[in-house]
């Protein structure tokens, strides 16, 4: 049975190539929400994002969180990673800079998003000492996609067991 999961992205920077990760289709997922849909959930304020980001990750075991050059830098991204942790989900990270957009063209490798969330139980710990982040090390969009494709599932099955087993 695939594991269901919730992809965290920034929206703007990266629907292209993470709609190329979704379509991999080696583990079940969110439904993917457009521009449109997104638009209308970001005018009902802050509560309705928390209640929309809430709803999301009902039902899912992990969190695939695909970066690119500034997902580190989106407050809700961090967000959805915190909600995740803290409901016992496990949380992975996955760079898809190398990946190529709808014009072709690849990005820049940003900043890893677990390196901003500490534990408060022992705040000098980082959520990305537990967590793992994956770099399929590929400077080809082709090599990359087919890295991802081989290593997702496994890689959601392990944040799965580390959160399992995480105890501070």
Known sequence: MARRVFYSFH???????????RNIGAIEHDSPVSKNDWE???LGGDPAIEAWIEAQ????SCLVCLIGAKTS?????IHEIMEAWNAGKGVVGIYVHNLKDADQKQSVKG????DKLVFMKQPSKKLSS??????PGFTGSQQAYGWIADNIEAAVE???KIRDDFEL
Do not use: C, H
Request: aromatic residues 16%; without cysteine.
């Open 11 to 21: 929206f703007d920077g990266d629907y292209w190539r993470t709609q190329q990760v």
């Open 40 to 42: 209308k959930v970001k």
């Open 57 to 60: 990750l009902k039902g899912k």
């Open 73 to 77: 830098e989106r407050p809700w991204v």
């Open 111 to 114: 900043a890893n998003p677990f």
């Open 130 to 135: 537990v967590g793992k982040v994956y770099d």
């Open 158 to 160: 392990e944040a799965i």
